[in-house]
């Protein structure tokens, strides 16, 4: 039986963490339509090339010493070692290959996936509740809206997928003692692109410190935290794929972000539940069709 008690939730690790999200990455790689094969030679020897020059560049530039040299060698084996380059990757670099990905879309707009994604949650009906525990901690959070076209047209039967940390800050299926579709589930939109989630408002969290990640941020001085949000994704036949995380004002680290993945456009407006029972918030997806 799995000991799904917050103490058991609470000693999570890095090392764990990055070991799932890099499995995960894999799975998802080896089933791909888009398959490193297919990418073409001559643009890897461009990209290739080109960091590795940048990075010989700043060397030079910068004059770092063998010791620095012997630092970042003996860093970056750690951080395949803790299967951390999904969470490296994923919170520095992901939100510049995101930013160019959607920069033709006149829709809704999208931010990182991030490393704790995962796919075939357990689909429920528009109004549905997402999976919990019966003693889930947080404040009760009605999400609502529409899914649409840019033309206005209501797209009926559209798929949200919604997953977030919990109360303390971690992901099912990341962390020990947490159901396995925690938080975790997919939404059918009605006839009119509504949909209603019944759910829980997450929690702040810092990224796993323990690991390779966090003595960077150690050794850099910087912090490891990202404000409370809300994954989604979005998406309905001929209709490109929206990916994105909504944000709650007043959150200190919506201007600092780890990840920097907070745009202007994904802060939320919650209000009082007309029920008494928590927050709503209401938030409409918008669909550019695919090209």
């Known amino acids: 039986m799995t000991d799904t ?14 070991a799932n999200a890099s499995a995960r990455f894999r799975e998802r790689m080896s089933t791909a339509e888009t398959h490193t094969a297919a990418i073409d030679t001559a643009r890897v020897d461009y990209l290739a090339s080109k960091v590795v020059k940048s990075i010989n560049d700043i060397i030079l530039d910068d004059k770092v010493s ?14 395949g070692e803790d299967g951390e380059w999904p969470l490296f990757l994923d919170v520095w670099l992901e939100h510049s290959v995101e930013e160019v990905a959607s920069s033709h879309r006149k829709g809704s707009k999208g931010t990182i996936e991030g490393p704790y994604y995962i796919g075939g949650s357990p689909e429920l009906a528009w109004d549905g509740t997402i999976p919990m525990r019966d003693d889930e901690p947080g404040t009760p959070l009605l999400f609502a809206g529409q899914v649409r076209a840019v033309d206005g047209t209501a797209l009926a039967g559209a798929k949200i997928e919604l997953w977030h ?7 099912s299926q990341f962390a020990p003692g947490l159901p396995e579709w925690n938080l975790r589930g997919t939404w059918i939109a009605n006839a009119d692109g509504r949909y209603e989630i019944h759910t829980r408002r997450p929690a702040p969290y810092q990224i796993p410190t323990d690991g390779a990640c966090g003595q960077l941020i150690a050794a850099a001085g910087w912090h490891a935290w990202r404000p409370a949000h809300l994954h989604l994704k979005v998406s309905a036949p001929g209709y490109e794929l929206i990916t994105t995380q909504l944000y709650f004002p007043g959150d200190p680290h919506n201007e600092d972000d780890i990840a920097s993945a907070v745009k202007p456009e994904l802060l939320l407006d919650p209000k009082d539940d007309p029920s008494g029972d928590g927050l709503r918030v209401d938030y409409d997806f918008v669909l550019d069709p695919e090209v």
């Open 5 to 18: 008690s917050f103490g058991t939730e609470v000693t999570a690790r890095a090392a764990q963490s990055g």
């Open 66 to 79: 063998y010791e620095e040299y012997n630092a970042l060698k003996t860093w970056l084996i750690k951080v």
């Open 165 to 171: 940390a919990d109360d303390l800050g971690f992901y």
